[in-house]
């Protein structure tokens, strides 16, 4: 405790204390009139501690920080060490925005949605965050860090026009033949290892992770793809959906791939004098750098095409090029590894409108009556 004098012989006694509602430091007042003395000491101490008191009574309100911590807390018991690293990096960006003593009873829809529009304006992210953060309330309500499911109830998407909705990355966009021509030329003849995997993907339509963590024993009439490669963790879990894991038939070209593919490894593992299980391996034969592809990709792209694209565009490729081959939606979605066709017309609605466009082309030189 302290004091200071103050106008017309009266005296302010202050003390330090933590408010429980914020856990920040603030200071209790008191003015009595007369000038500082023992007694008028005695008689300030125990007005502040008694005001102290008054507001360490009151029941203490959780902050948004306590229930992030909370949440992530229970979400790495819970969920897969990816899934956790994504959801936490997303959430802690929000919380940054929102507050991190924002006091949980008095947080409103209005205050998240107005402090997300201050980092960005695209409703597609805008919404995502909405998304990961009213998960996070439903928890908070669970587990009764949040009194009122109103904050969530009233917390609505923005709108998106059904266009912007099935956006597709401009980097993960599918190469025309032309295109993907162009560029798995070029990788032949700078990148042998980066050129293989390329076409892998393209003719196998599997996921970079899941083509990173392939070994050879995965390989017969199908691929078995019944785990993933984290990009993120670097370890290996279940595919993403259990309608990822699946047999993905090998057709002759990716067949002819992978030929290429085990002759390229049995040679370097002769000249490394290593083996290793895996389908894709570096040198030592271990993980391939999925760094190291997704930057030869992104340069490469640009300097043949003029545009970047990501190791996932070649995926979309795929589907695209069975699409112009007339193979269905339903078997391109089974062998995509999608939980049904609604997710991959959503996914591909670009392709889709190409596939309408060519049938036009048919039925109009098509006569039904003789």
């Known amino acids: 405790m302290w004091c200071t004098a103050a106008a017309n012989n009266k005296t302010v006694y202050r003390e330090r204390y933590k408010d429980p509602l914020t856990g920040k430091t603030k200071v209790a007042t008191v003015t009595l009139a007369g000038s500082d003395s023992p007694k008028l000491r005695k008689v300030a101490f125990e007005a502040l501690n008694n005001k102290i008191a008054s507001v360490s009574d009151r029941v203490e309100c959780p902050r948004l920080k306590d229930l992030y911590d909370s949440y992530i807390n229970y979400q790495s018991v819970t969920n897969r060490s990816s899934t956790v690293k994504r959801n936490a990096s997303t959430l802690k960006k929000c919380v940054a925005l929102i507050g991190e003593d924002a006091l949980l009873d008095k947080l409103t829809a209005s205050r998240i949605r107005e402090s997300l529009i201050t980092y960005t304006q695209n409703p597609i992210t805008l919404n995502e965050y909405i998304k990961r953060i009213k998960a996070m309330l439903n928890y908070g309500y669970d587990t009764d860090l949040v009194k009122d499911p109103a904050v969530f109830a009233k917390l609505k998407k923005f709108k998106v026009d059904k266009q912007a909705e099935d956006y597709i990355k401009p980097e993960d966009k599918y190469l025309e033949s032309a295109e993907l021509t162009a560029v798995l030329n070029y990788m032949q003849h700078s990148q042998t290892q980066w050129y293989l995997l390329t076409r892998f993907l393209v003719l196998s339509g599997l996921r970079i992770g899941e083509a990173m963590a392939v070994t050879v024993s995965d390989l017969g009439e199908n691929i078995t793809v019944n785990k993933t490669y984290s990009l993120t963790t670097g370890e290996i879990h279940p595919p993403k959906t259990a309608c990822s894991v699946r047999e993905v038939f090998i057709q002759p070209e990716l067949a002819e791939a992978i ?88 996914i591909y609605l670009h392709i889709v409108e190409k596939v309408r466009e060519r049938d036009k082309e048919i039925l109009a030189g098509k006569r039904l009556l003789a």
């Open 259 to 346: 030929k290429e593919i085990r002759q390229y490894h049995r040679n370097m593992d002769i000249l490394e004098g290593c083996r290793s299980p895996l389908l894709f391996h570096s040198a030592k034969g271990d993980y391939i750098s999925y760094g190291a592809y997704n930057k030869y990709v992104r340069e490469v792209t640009e300097a043949v095409i003029g545009s970047r694209r990501t190791p996932h565009a070649f995926r979309h490729t795929h589907a695209s090029l069975l699409f112009g081959e007339g193979v269905s939606i339903d078997t391109i979605s089974r062998r995509l590894g999608h939980e049904d066709s609604v997710i991959t017309k959503k």
